[in-house]
């Protein structure tokens, strides 16, 4: 009776874990078809990019026929007479260069309901954009537009040389939050550009549920708990690297409850109850992980995401010349081998660039494909003439710097001045390979003088490596010091909180540092032109 008992408790425990084991090697094939999928999407749209880099007139004359023919019907199309432009020279005479608020107008005529304004494509809704160069706009999405978005899997090329060879089977920590959306006039969604993009959940660590909560609904919680529940995080996805750097001031300040509901399966009551019980029917309680977890809290931050996360290979994040100190001071809380990119240099107006050189130092730099939109570029001596005159992809010079125009149709544009001022480091045949600047509308001036974000970062980098971190008290002479923000503003503005000061031409610069013991892993340069076959 008793071998009997054993040998049926066996086959219970057989049946019970066979479903586990076929459920997971299921998933793991799955895995490996979309990671083979998008492999083989990455080399094909890596390689046509490289061959269209060889005669760049010929496709972006291409580019803007096909544009310039499927949307000739428009409103826009007409008022500029779109079908007898016969070239790139006639185009960049007949139709006017835009800011994106001169395009309000049109897009308010879209917003309201009315068709083939700007685009003969379906417009499903409108991105918000951050409002960084002034109010917030509205842009059009468009079906045609998720077809750039797979040209931008050329990027995922070149990260597959320095990613492990199971990097397919990990999962992905994406901090993405619900934003605010509205609806139209004409009945279309209004929501940023994030809100439009499709998630797969299997691929990430968080259930579907975790991304419908606002970052105040407990959103980082929910991502914190699951991501550290797990094991096998080998990607990190955040939208910006300053959403990093407050995501990790959350965790440093909420470690211990968030390692205490790991053990016991459970979340902060702040999460709306239904989206909470939710979550806590898919969070098994492990008290073992948050042991683990809370003897490396314990030790400090210094390498802390690569200490809790071994496999941990890359973090992907918008980072620019302007939160270099922030992404500084993120590099030493990843620790050594994690590998910070930005894979596209895009906004809402449309993906512009590709980055093609992960590992290659800072700023980040990308390749302007010929294929990908129709691009003009205004020189920088000339960006405050009444009439700027833009020059072609092909006649751009490496060392100077250009304001990028675009004409996207997917997002209802032409001849728009997109307000980034770019500088061209160098050339892959005659695409140009750049490195983004500074923002044209972004620029203080105390004196009359147009300080960019550049020089403001340039100046506070070499201010920072002379300060002498031993002098001050309780600090150790080998540790070492980041900025991991600033605010810059001119004179006035700080004269304002200082009355009866006779006012100078200066700038006040305001600054959060942090003093490291172990200085930030720099990653080896990569030469950016031995690129992978």
């Avoid at 793991?28 to 990019?49: D, N, P």
């Avoid at 005659?430 to 044209?440: A, G, I, N, T």
């Avoid at 006012?503 to 305001?510: A, F, M, P, R």
């Amino acid at each position: 009776r008793a071998s009997k008992t054993a040998w049926k408790g066996i086959g219970l425990a057989w049946a019970a874990a066979v479903p586990s084991v076929v459920t997971r090697a299921a998933v793991g094939l799955q895995w490996r078809v979309k990671s083979l999928i998008l492999s083989a999407l990455a080399r094909y749209f890596y390689s046509r990019m490289i061959a269209d880099s060889g005669n760049v007139a010929r496709v972006q004359a291409r580019v803007l026929s096909m544009c310039l023919r499927k949307h000739r019907n428009t409103v826009y199309g007409r008022e500029h007479g779109f079908d007898s432009i016969a070239d790139r020279q006639v185009y960049r005479r007949r139709v006017q260069l835009v800011d994106g608020e001169e395009m309000q107008g049109y897009i308010g005529r879209m917003a309201a309901g009315e068709r083939n304004v700007l685009t003969a494509d379906h417009v499903f809704g409108f991105a918000i954009t951050s409002g960084t160069s002034g109010t917030h706009k509205l842009v059009p999405i468009t079906y045609h537009r998720y077809r750039e978005r797979l040209a931008c899997l050329a990027a995922l090329h070149p990260l597959s040389q320095h990613a492990p060879n199971n990097i397919d089977l990990m999962k992905i920590l994406k901090f993405q939050y619900s934003a605010k959306e509205y609806v139209s006039s004409g009945g279309l969604r209004c929501a940023p550009m994030t809100s439009f993009v499709h998630l797969d959940s299997s691929y990430y660590s968080t259930p579907a549920a975790g991304f419908k909560l606002g970052e105040a609904e407990g959103g980082v919680h929910v991502h914190w708990t699951f991501a550290l529940g797990s094991r096998d995080i080998g990607v990190m996805e955040v939208p910006f690297i300053t959403a990093l750097h407050s995501a990790v001031e959350y965790l440093k300040s909420a470690w211990v409850d968030i390692v205490s509901g790991i053990a016991t399966g459970s979340l902060p009551q702040i999460i709306p109850r239904a989206t909470r019980e939710a979550l806590e029917a898919t969070l098994t309680p492990d008290p073992r992980r948050a042991h683990e977890l809370r003897a490396e809290f314990e030790l400090g931050f210094d390498g802390i995401l690569k200490r809790i996360w071994p496999q941990l290979t890359l973090i992907s994040s918008v980072y620019s010349v302007n939160t270099l100190p922030c992404k500084t001071a993120m590099m030493g809380v990843a620790g050594r081998g994690v590998i910070f990119h930005t894979p596209i240099y895009g906004c809402s107006e449309g993906a512009l660039g590709v980055n093609l050189f992960p590992g290659c130092g800072d700023p980040p730099r990308y390749l302007l494909p010929a294929s990908l939109s129709y691009l003009e570029f205004l020189p920088e001596h000339g960006l405050a003439a009444s009439t700027p005159e833009t020059v072609f992809m092909e006649d751009v010079e490496i060392g100077e710097s250009y304001e990028v125009v675009v004409t996207n149709p997917m997002a209802g544009l032409y001849r728009c001045r997109t307000g980034d001022v770019v500088v061209v480091i160098d050339k892959i045949n005659q695409s140009p390979v750049v490195e983004f600047s500074y923002r044209r509308k972004l620029l203080l001036s105390a004196a009359g003088e147009r300080v960019s974000e550049l020089i403001i970062n340039k100046a506070l980098s070499a201010a920072v490596k002379g300060v002498e971190v031993g002098s001050r008290a309780g600090v150790r002479p080998e540790e070492s010091v980041t900025i991991v923000d600033y605010t810059a503003v001119e004179s006035p503005m700080v004269h304002t909180h200082q009355q009866g000061q006779t006012s100078h031409d200066i700038y006040g610069i305001y600054c959060q540092i942090q003093y490291l013991t172990h200085p930030p892993f720099t990653p080896p340069r990569i030469s950016p032109w031995t690129l992978p076959q």
